[in-house]
């Protein structure tokens, strides 16, 4: 098996536990823009493409895929999941499984006001959002939003613009800052991370929960897992309200009457390890998915108490190794 993991980047330990799961049958490839992915280092086989977003991505992609023979990829970054999601069929009719949601989820999952109109129509606790602040300072009058509220953008990622809010000067000055902002009420409880595996019908599989202890750029970076049947229980129905196929990461914090939905991101998010670590194994659950064979489900079947902590990795190709991608790949782009 090929399994192909595009928009590497630094996600060595996720070419890790690839590698783990087809041990010596098979390959795992690895795709970027940049010559100088750290995490190229683990790969079988190497690629530059284009950058998400170019024309043409999509089909350099599949041609890539096909010339060599790729049985999955697999993308890592909110960028190319609409992309692929566009072409999944395209991918699966030449026998390339591309490990990415439905086009509608995605659409949800990238705007966080689409989240929220959702999550409601589920059933599903959500801080009050709205998207002018007109309706924001009307809310805080009534009295059914109260400062401080945040400012964030509708599709932003990695934290970036947002703004925590204390009076209206404030209010004015982040939602203009910001590009395609929205107001939310800020839930000031602990943080929590879902780890959600679903099947290829977009049955959930697997929920696995960790309590976040830090956090860098937006990413988990310590935590510990906790395994509660109320956490366990809204994990499978978010899956079950956001139709998923295969991992993806969820947000919740907990607010005066609950655990309340943030945001949902359908692929493997930056705190995978502190699951995968509990057993999860989703690489596993993908190759098992791609041989057609049929997974059971094991929802909060994990043990609570592991602790993750990530730390940085020394990466040093010499200067003929990165001469040699760039001869072999195209042009570097840093």
């Known amino acids: 098996m090929r399994i192909l993991l595009s928009s590497i980047g630094r996600r060595g330990y996720l070419v890790k536990y690839f590698k783990e799961a087809i041990g010596d049958?098979?390959?795992?490839?690895?795709?970027?823009?940049s010559s100088y992915a750290p995490a190229f280092r683990y790969c079988d086989h190497i690629v530059l493409l284009p950058r998400v977003g170019e024309a043409g991505y999509a089909d350099k992609l599949l041609a890539l895929c096909r010339k060599n023979k790729i049985d999955m990829v697999v993308p890592l970054i909110d960028p190319e999941l609409e992309i692929l999601a566009a072409e999944y069929d395209k991918f699966r009719s030449y026998g390339v499984m591309a490990v990415v949601s439905p086009a509608r989820t995605i659409e949800i999952a990238?705007?966080?006001?689409?989240?929220?109109?959702?999550?409601?129509?589920?059933?599903?606790?959500?801080?009050?959002?709205?998207?002018t602040i007109e309706e924001a300072l009307k809310l805080?009058?009534?009295?059914?939003?109260?400062?401080?509220?945040m400012v964030k953008p509708r599709k932003g990622s990695a934290s970036m613009f947002i703004t925590r809010c204390r009076n209206e000067g404030e209010l004015r000055l982040a939602f203009q800052n910001c590009p395609g902002p929205m107001i939310q009420q800020f839930v000031p409880g602990e943080e929590y991370g879902y780890d959600i595996f679903c099947d290829s019908d977009f049955k959930p599989v697997s929920v696995f929960c960790k309590r976040k202890l830090?956090?860098?750029?937006?990413?988990?970076?310590?935590?510990?897992?906790?395994?509660?049947?109320?956490?366990v229980d809204l994990g499978v129905k978010i899956a079950q309200a956001f139709p998923v196929f295969g991992p993806a990461d969820v947000d919740v914090k907990t607010g005066k009457n609950g655990l309340m939905l943030l945001e949902i991101n359908p692929r493997f998010g930056g705190g995978y390890p502190c699951s995968h670590l509990c057993g999860a194994d989703f690489p596993a659950k993908l190759v098992a998915i791609c041989k057609g064979q049929k997974l059971i489900p094991n929802i909060?079947?994990?043990?609570?108490?592991?602790?993750?902590?990530?730390?940085?990795?020394?990466?040093?190709?010499?200067a003929d190794e990165l001469k040699a991608i760039t001869d072999a790949h195209g042009p570097k782009a840093p």
Do not use: H
């Open 140 to 149: 805080i009058a009534s009295g059914k939003l109260s400062w401080p509220v």
């Open 300 to 318: 909060g079947d994990y043990p609570a108490g592991v602790y993750m902590f990530k730390q940085d990795e020394i990466i040093s190709p010499t």
């Open 25 to 33: 049958a098979g390959e795992i490839w690895g795709a970027d823009s």
């Open 214 to 231: 830090a956090m860098r750029a937006g990413e988990t970076d310590k935590a510990v897992s906790v395994n509660e049947k109320k956490l």
């Open 110 to 131: 990238f705007d966080k006001y689409q989240t929220y109109l959702c999550a409601k129509q589920a059933g599903i606790e959500v801080p009050e959002t709205v998207t």
